[in-house]
């Protein structure tokens, strides 16, 4: 388990189909990702023991806080060679939005993935209308990258797209080596 300061990442376990079922149909969360359709629980379930027997690297969380299940986060897409990931999270439950959970369960993915993965860089992507996850973003050291325009169809119109990417040496917790001879 990663302990953040608000929040518990722990291992996605069984229990959980239910909480994804939930969140994957939710119009308001899937709006969020850009992929609004209904999902069923056989479809839900079978997306969870596929991730199960996955060859490549996928860490997957549940993010806990104030006991319960709030979200889901995870670091996916791993290029060995260049040290880089994808970084994914949802806070599916809305009385949990803007009050700083979702920007300490990134916080500590993040810490996770260049403490103990030895990463390089972490990258995302995100709708350029979903200014709440943007700015958490930024304030967790991510900078905008990349955009793709009119990239992703939501609720009607195509969206922007942007990539957004924080290396170890501009992540906030990051702390140079000493060289030899210095002190």
Known sequence: MLHGEKVTLRAMEGEDQAILWTYDNDLGIALLWGQPAPISMAATKARFDKS????????????????????????MDFDQTARTCTL??????RAFWGRGYGRDAVSTLVDYGFRHLNLHRIWLGV????????????????????????????????????????????????TPRSSPGSS
Not at 88 to 93: D, F, L, S
Not at 137 to 164: P, T
Not at 166 to 174: K, V
């Open 52 to 75: 199960l027997e996955e060859t490549e690297p996928h860490y997957w969380f549940a993010i806990e806080a104030e006991g319960k299940v709030i979200g889901v986060c995870d670091l």
């Open 88 to 93: 994914g999270i949802a806070i599916g439950e």
């Open 127 to 174: 709708l350029a209308s979903n200014e709440r996850a943007i700015r958490s973003y930024r304030a967790s050291g991510f900078r905008e990258e990349v955009r793709r325009r009119r990239h992703i169809w939501v609720d009607g119109d195509l969206q922007d797209e942007v990539m957004m990417g924080l290396l170890r040496a501009e992540w906030p917790g990051h």
